[in-house]
């Protein structure tokens, strides 16, 4: 259990998105037990122990999709359930068992970046990091290669190398790119930018002035603008894109009619066709009979 605390300790320190499963309830002869934790990794890729061939497979699918909606859920897997909120998955797996699994998507924080060492720009940063955000600020240098889809980036420079700062904003894949200046700056920055090639898409990625109208004058406003701006479009999804996860292909067994991933071991190829299964029982009563499983 140590080990499964340390890696998720690991990924929480670099920001990478994974989900916790866990299992909550167990009937009959199943091998995972209550209190078994894994951790489901965005390619996939499993750190602990969940259960056998069967469920394993099954949650990963399940925390995969928890990963891109960021909602947890609550699974049965082995026996119908008609409570609202609960995903109810059926498994033909030989020891008849069922359990119930939790999956918890755990999302990385916000990731801000601000350009600039403007008053604004460190009470921004200052705010932001109570808020448990993960923070950085980019001097003159501008160093923006670690900046990717999901970071919020705000250029307040205000007046110091601004255009090159808002130059190199728009050339990362940043969600949000914000600049703290007055509309008639903020105009004379987005005509600038046109002159040196910036199209349409990359003027409307602009949020120029930065920050809700609040009426801000004080540098401390105009951070509390700013950060309300980012919290509100966060809660709206528009500066959170989906995580990116490894989604495998998948069948249904045609016995059980499990949705089982294609790079099982179990398959069956009849009259030209593959067939795939979630355990070798499934897999030998096809064999035996394929005429009663096919459509």
Not at 95 to 109: I, K, N
Request: net charge negative; aromatic share 6%.
């Amino acid at each position: 259990m140590t080990e499964l605390f340390d890696a998720i300790a690991a990924l929480r320190r670099a920001g990478k998105p994974f989900a916790l499963a866990t299992v909550v309830w167990r009937r009959g002869a199943t091998s995972g037990k209550p209190g078994a934790r894994a951790i489901i990794s965005t390619d996939g890729t499993v750190t602990g122990w969940l259960g056998g061939a069967c469920a394993q497979p099954t949650v990963v699918r399940e925390a995969l999709a928890a990963l891109q909606d960021g909602a947890p859920r609550l699974l049965i897997l082995g026996e119908p359930d008609n409570r609202p909120g609960v995903t109810s998955v059926p498994m033909a797996c030989d020891s008849e068992g069922s359990m119930e699994v939790f999956v918890e998507p755990v999302l990385p924080p916000p990731d801000l970046w601000v350009i600039g060492a403007s008053p604004a720009a460190v009470h921004l940063t200052e705010l932001a990091g109570v808020l448990g955000w993960r923070t950085h600020t980019v001097d003159v240098h501008l160093d923006l290669t670690e900046v990717d889809r999901r970071s919020l980036l705000v250029v307040a420079t205000q007046g110091h190398y601004d255009e090159a700062a808002l130059d190199a904003a728009l050339v990362t894949p940043a969600a949000y790119v914000g600049v703290v200046a007055s509309r008639k700056r903020a105009a004379g920055l987005t005509e600038w930018l046109r002159e040196q090639g910036h199209d349409d898409d990359a003027m409307a990625r602009i949020h120029a002035p930065a920050g809700l109208d609040l009426g801000a004058t004080s540098h401390e406003e105009i951070a509390v603008a700013i950060l309300a701006e980012l919290v509100a479009l966060r809660a709206a999804g528009a500066a959170s894109p989906p995580v990116e996860v490894a989604v495998p292909d998948t069948a249904v067994d045609p016995v059980c009619g499990m949705t089982v991933d294609v790079a099982t071991t179990h398959r069956f190829e009849s009259e030209g066709e593959m067939f795939y299964f979630c355990s070798a029982g499934c897999q030998r009563a096809f064999e035996r009979s394929p005429a009663p499983h096919l459509p």
